[in-house]
T-cell receptor
Framework: GAGVSQSPSNKVTEKGKDVELRCDPISGHTALYWYRQSLGQGLEFLIY????????KSGLPSDRFSAERTGGSVSTLTIQRTQQEDSAVYLC??????????????FGPGTRLTVL | SQQGEEDPQALSIQEGENATMNCSYKTSINNLQWYRQNSGRGLVHLIL?????REKHSGRLRVTLDTSKKSSSLLITASRAADTASYFC?????????????FGAGTRLAVHP
């Protein structure tokens, strides 16, 4: 079946603009994760969804970052008033999930965000 | 913040040789996973080893876990040019039933024909 897909693959924006990044997880996967990979910080956890709720948002860097998930499927990560330090590759991953399950995660190809 | 420390940071070998990468971590974990990344984009899951396991094999890959030393190693045997990539270890702390992965800085492996 299809893997995790993300769109756009590349996004160039100007400082101060808002951006939306989309993730389509593997069908049936209830757990969804967002990570960010940047040169200075490596790979960082941002947020975890179980179904449509986000019990762990501890990695979101500031209140300019938000994410939602609808229908237990697609997730959108929104960055408001982008700053140059937001430039990074944003990776989405999904997992069969369920509570009390620690499973492997399947990653999408990422969205490379460049803030000018 | 990163939990894992990996060494070496970079490794260059010839095809057919074995490659060993090491990972150390700081806190108790539920499991540890190894991922491969090509060209700075998507991560490919290689192996998951749980805290009650000591060794796991998958094809040419062998992973060991020593929870007393808080360390793991990934061995790739008979390497191929196609193994050239960055390899990351990721730990999953006990966190209520989900894998909040904490990644190491990675090892860049170059396999020369």
């Amino acid at each position: 079946g299809a893997g995790v897909s993300q769109s756009p693959s590349n996004k160039v924006t100007e400082k101060g603009k808002d951006v939306e990044l989309r993730c389509d997880p593997i069908s049936g996967h209830t757990a969804l994760y967002w990570y960010r990979q940047s040169l200075g910080q490596g790979l960082e956890f941002l947020i975890y969804f179980q179904g449509n709720s986000a019990p762990d948002k501890s990695g979101l860097p500031s209140d300019r970052f938000s994410a939602e998930r609808t229908g237990g499927s697609v997730s959108t990560l929104t960055i408001q008033r982008t700053q140059q330090e937001d430039s990074a590759v944003y990776l989405c991953a999904s997992s069969p999930g369920g509570t009390r399950s620690y499973n492997e995660q399947f990653f999408g190809p990422g969205t490379r965000l460049t803030v000018l | 913040s990163q939990q894992g420390e990996e060494d070496p940071q970079a490794l260059s070998i010839q095809e057919g040789e074995n490659a060993t990468m090491n990972c150390s971590y700081k806190t108790s974990i539920n499991n540890l996973q190894w991922y491969r990344q090509n060209s700075g984009r998507g991560l490919v899951h290689l192996i998951l080893i749980r805290s009650n396991e000591r060794e796991k094999h998958s094809g040419r890959l062998r992973v060991t876990l020593d929870t007393s030393k808080k360390s793991s190693s990934l061995l790739i045997t008979a390497s191929r040019a196609a193994d050239t990539a960055s390899y990351f270890c990721a730990t999953a702390p006990f966190s209520g039933g989900y894998n909040k992965l904490i990644f190491g800085a990675g090892t860049r492996l170059a396999v020369h024909p």
